[in-house]
């Protein structure tokens, strides 16, 4: 089951893996009774193995029938302890497969059995490291690290360690600086002092925004090593500030009858799947509205190209395409997973200091036709929030550690009731019994989030109540996702679900532009 298990992770097919390594776990532990006595494997057959567990594919079958009639396990009868086993191997590498989905919290908790049947193994400690790393929350981080170094020599710990390190002193020195920093960037950019380098490239006028020039420049970014002058981008995200800051925390949406309205969901920077978006579903117009449901930017290698886009479209269509902000769209996120990097190697670090002021300006959630409740995230942990609570929210800043805020941003749903601790690490999920009383108590029908990878691309979770709706196909390009979006007309309040696969995009691979830290991982 475990070599099973390492098949399917070496094709990145990270929920099969995951599978086959729980099944794993699962004989182990249900091998020992409280005696530690190993005799129960004498009663395992194959079929006894299949009644338990799900075979993906035929061979799948055969390789599994193989290794037990070769195997010596099924001949013991003497008692050994389960510290004797390797089930601290599994539980590391089931770990690795919640890291690779993102579900950093549950690969924590796997982490942590792994260390209490073999508090030695030093690759669990590293691999704990990583998940706080990705996480963000480099002094945990730190701490595995030291642990591995204690243990073993290891090179790559030795550099993440280091790093860790760099990070918390710049953590500190920026804090420092923020107590005295009061004006923001956007103010003090002066667009006069900024010279134009290509007069080819497109050339931003905002008295002059129509379809054909959004168009023009979604063509013209789209060539591989072309980009609009930087003093384009500036303006453009200036007018957006201006635009932004203008709109409520919570925007109240109500499509007129000719109107369709498309909810988009993830994008994290797959620029030409965003253009091919554009081409099954045509561009934003007054009548084919856009809603964006937040992290435009990370991972992909091509955020600058998806996040000019957005905001030009904005700009040119403001009261028809709607910009919600993700947990992506934040500073600690940007730094670890490329949209720094990449504004870095597209145009300078100042550039993302004032994408950064626009990203604190982006609505939390929406409100279409008085029914349906939009976020990126889901339902806050506080008791009883009501829609004039999340009105209320200053938006202006970094999402704190928790509150309404960090949850409308972070939260997931689950199939059971009540909050329940995040798989991902971070902040709460919600039971189907929350959202009915959140619908309920603010005479709503449905809620649409993103923030997860669906196979479908869409998912109707919670008896119906509930709708995830991801964008980026084939998510990193690793994970073989379809995308999707969600279409809505008039006063409808259910939507049409369209599915749609990836295409191909230039020869620069996802997180080329994430810190160094992420490699490697």
Request: aromatic share 12%.
């Amino acid at each position: 089951l475990k070599n099973l298990g390492n098949n399917y992770f070496k094709e990145n097919d990270y929920n099969v893996s995951l599978k086959y390594y729980s099944y794993a776990i699962l004989f182990i532990t249900s091998c020992f009774d409280e005696n530690n006595n190993i005799d129960m494997f004498n009663k395992l057959t194959m079929d006894s193995i299949y009644d338990h567990i799900k075979i993906e594919k035929d061979e799948d079958k055969v390789l599994l029938a193989n290794n037990y009639n070769n195997s010596s396990v099924n001949k013991k009868n003497e008692m050994i302890s389960i510290n004797e086993t390797d089930i601290h191997i599994y539980y590391t590498n089931r770990a690795f497969c919640h890291m690779k989905l993102e579900n950093y919290g549950l690969s924590i908790k796997d982490i942590d059995e792994a260390v209490k049947i073999n508090p030695y193994y030093a690759k669990a400690y590293y691999r704990k490291g990583c998940s706080y790393l990705l996480l963000s929350n480099l002094k945990d981080a730190s701490i595995c690290f030291q642990k591995v170094l204690k243990l073993t020599k290891d090179k790559d710990s030795e550099i993440k360690l280091k790093q860790c390190k760099k990070l918390l002193f710049e953590q500190k020195f920026q804090k420092a600086i923020e107590l005295e920093k009061k004006i923001p960037y956007y103010e003090t950019l002066v667009l006069d002092t900024i010279k134009l380098e290509n007069e080819n490239a497109p050339i931003y006028d905002k008295n002059n925004l129509n379809i054909n020039f959004l168009k023009k420049v979604a063509e013209y970014i789209s060539v591989p090593n072309q980009k609009l002058n930087k003093k384009c981008v500036c303006a453009i995200v200036l007018d957006i500030i201006k635009l932004l800051k203008e709109l409520p925390t919570l925007v109240y949406l109500n499509l007129r009858p000719e109107e369709t309205l498309t909810v988009c969901g993830d994008l994290h920077g797959q620029f030409y799947d965003l253009l091919n978006i554009m081409k099954i579903n045509n561009y934003p117009s007054e009548n084919n509205s856009y809603l964006f449901n937040g992290d435009f930017v990370d991972r992909g290698s091509f955020s600058v190209e998806v996040i000019i886009f957005l905001y030009l479209a904005k700009l040119t269509f403001p009261n028809n395409v709607h910009l919600t902000r993700g947990n992506h769209e934040t500073n600690d996120m940007n730094k670890l997973y490329g949209f720094l990097g990449e504004l870095q190697a597209k145009y300078d670090e100042k550039m993302h200091m004032l994408f950064s002021d626009s990203f604190k300006f982006l609505p939390l959630a929406y409100v279409l036709n008085n029914s349906i409740f939009i976020c990126h995230g889901g339902i806050p942990s506080k008791i009883n929030t009501t829609l004039a609570d999340i009105e209320k929210i200053d938006r202006n800043t970094e999402p704190p550690d928790e509150g309404i805020m960090t949850d409308l941003l972070w939260a997931d749903p689950n199939e059971d009731t009540g909050f329940k601790p995040s798989k991902r690490g971070i902040g709460y999920s919600f039971g189907v019994d929350i959202t009915e009383k959140f619908l309920k108590a603010n005479n709503l029908s449905n809620i649409i989030r993103s923030h997860e990878v669906r196979d479908n691309g869409y998912a109707i979770e919670q008896n119906g109540l509930l709708y995830t709706v991801f964008s980026a196909p084939n998510y990193c390009d690793v994970m073989k996702n379809k995308g999707a979006f969600l279409k809505f007309k008039g006063n409808s309040i259910k939507p049409e679900c369209v599915t749609f696969s990836e295409v191909p995009h230039p020869n620069i691979p996802s997180l080329k532009y994430a810190h160094n830290l992420y490699q490697n991982i």
